[in-house]
């Protein structure tokens, strides 16, 4: 059985997130409000452009870019869409699937090429009425993924015509009809308003649904308290790092009641030495951090927990609490990941900042016919060099040829997380 999905829904005008389809009225800054939804246990985002010409659907689409540059949940748009070109730029900007209109005239025609060019399971359909279904059976079974079903009034009815899995818009916060709902099988998710509202708890709403028998994507541990061995005191150490970069944030300690509270609510929880009292971290500074992973040493007697963290970790406002050297050794660099950030921030450096003699300024100088001559010319010597016997002679040729694609990356504003997300996503 598949989890149940909790749906947020960003509504975006102008490039601003707005509060709904006919309120325009802005809401917090919409990066800030997609990386929130990531970490506080939504678990996929739906994306209305509710543009009005090509210019501002253009800024859309430029913002649901930077959107999932940002977040690694599901993304899913839709929204001024009149041909194939419209889709395309969806799934271009990141999004795994688009949500067509079916009110719209001239969506099935649409969303039939889309299915033939990305796959059914990269579109979605919106409906409102049953109407729609009952005189498109065919090409919903044909071309779409999952329907969003905007009245949920018309549920038993959608399911006398159709086995398709959907996601529920509820206009109010009814607690008994969403679990009646979920319980529903061919229920994927819900979505509404109250999801949205950053004030809602989304774990703790997850944990309540999971204790109605409702299978939901929250922490399930794999290891209870009594399995660890506490230390004096009863509590076990937690040392903290970044999810994204491994750098170690904080240490600190928890008891039985912190570690029920860190797992229930996906908010990283201790229990203070000094103040003895529980306390969650960022409740009063805003500095919260998002469960990740918790993760148990081989003598199970200390945590590495990955977080997100959002602000300083550190009470002196460092971003993280190491930050006094003791002794340090220069070393040369050999994480892939990291050898390929840094190089690629050098070349965007050198753009911003161009210095005299440089060989990316030429590059950049030149401009995109020279870059794109070089990546041929050294795409040509790694084919050479696949020939020859000596292995040594690839290396240096793919070396050049990923710095050539990074200088072309640069001037295209292509970053390396959304390389690594198409990837993810194949």
């Not at 229990?271 to 960022?282: A, F, I, N």
């Not at 002794?327 to 390929?340: A, D, F, I, R, S």
């Not at 030149?366 to 870059?371: F, M, N, P, S, V």
Request: proline share 2%; net charge negative.
């Amino acid at each position: 059985m598949e989890h149940k999905n909790i749906v947020a829904t960003i509504y975006l005008k102008n490039g601003q997130a707005v509060r709904g389809m006919d309120d325009f009225t802005p809401v917090d800054d919409v990066i800030e409000l997609a990386r929130f939804y990531n970490d506080s246990g939504i678990d996929k985002i739906l994306i209305f452009d509710l543009s009005d010409d090509d210019e501002e659907h253009e800024k859309n689409i430029h913002v649901i870019k930077n959107i999932n540059r940002n977040v690694e949940i599901k993304v899913c748009a839709g929204g001024n869409i009149n041909r194939l070109e419209d889709v395309k730029k969806f799934i271009y900007a990141g999004c795994l699937q688009v949500i067509v209109n079916g009110a719209k005239q001239g969506s099935m025609e649409i969303a039939e090429e889309a299915c033939k060019r990305f796959g059914k399971e990269r579109i979605l359909v919106s409906i409102a009425n049953v109407d729609f279904i009952f005189k498109h059976q065919e090409e919903i079974r044909e071309n779409f993924h999952e329907l969003l079903v905007l009245n949920r009034t018309v549920l038993d009815a959608i399911e006398n015509i159709t086995d398709l899995p959907y996601i529920v818009n509820f206009d109010a916060c009814d607690y008994e009809k969403i679990v009646e709902v979920l319980k529903r099988n061919n229920t994927r998710g819900i979505a509404g308003d109250f999801i949205n509202d950053p004030q809602t708890d989304i774990m703790e709403l997850k944990f309540r649904l999971s204790r109605e028998g409702i299978k939901m994507d929250n922490f399930a541990p794999a290891l209870g308290w009594t399995d660890f061995k506490k230390n004096s005191d009863g509590m076990v150490p937690v040392v903290v790092q970044d999810y994204r970069t491994d750098e170690v944030l904080m240490v600190a300690y928890m008891n039985e009641e912190a570690f029920d509270t860190t797992v229930r609510t996906g908010r990283m929880t201790y229990y203070s030495r000094s103040r003895q009292e529980l306390w969650t971290k960022g409740m009063t500074s805003g500095h919260v951090q998002y469960v990740k992973s918790l993760t148990a040493d081989c003598d199970f007697d200390t945590i590495l927990a990955k977080v997100s963290q959002i602000g300083a970790a550190c009470h002196t406002g460092n971003p993280t609490c190491f930050f006094h050297d003791i002794v340090k050794k220069e070393y040369v660099e050999k994480n892939p990941l990291k050898v390929l950030e840094d190089v690629y921030g050098i070349i965007l450096d050198r753009r911003e900042h161009p210095k005299e003699g440089s060989y990316t300024n030429y590059l950049f100088d030149k401009g995109i016919d020279k870059i794109l001559k070089k990546i041929g010319e050294e795409a040509t010597e790694i084919v050479i060099a696949a020939k020859n016997p000596d292995p040594e002679e690839i290396k240096y040729e793919i070396s050049d040829f990923l710095y050539h694609m990074m200088v072309l990356m640069a001037e295209k504003g292509v970053t390396w997380e959304e390389i690594t997300q198409e990837l993810s996503q194949r």
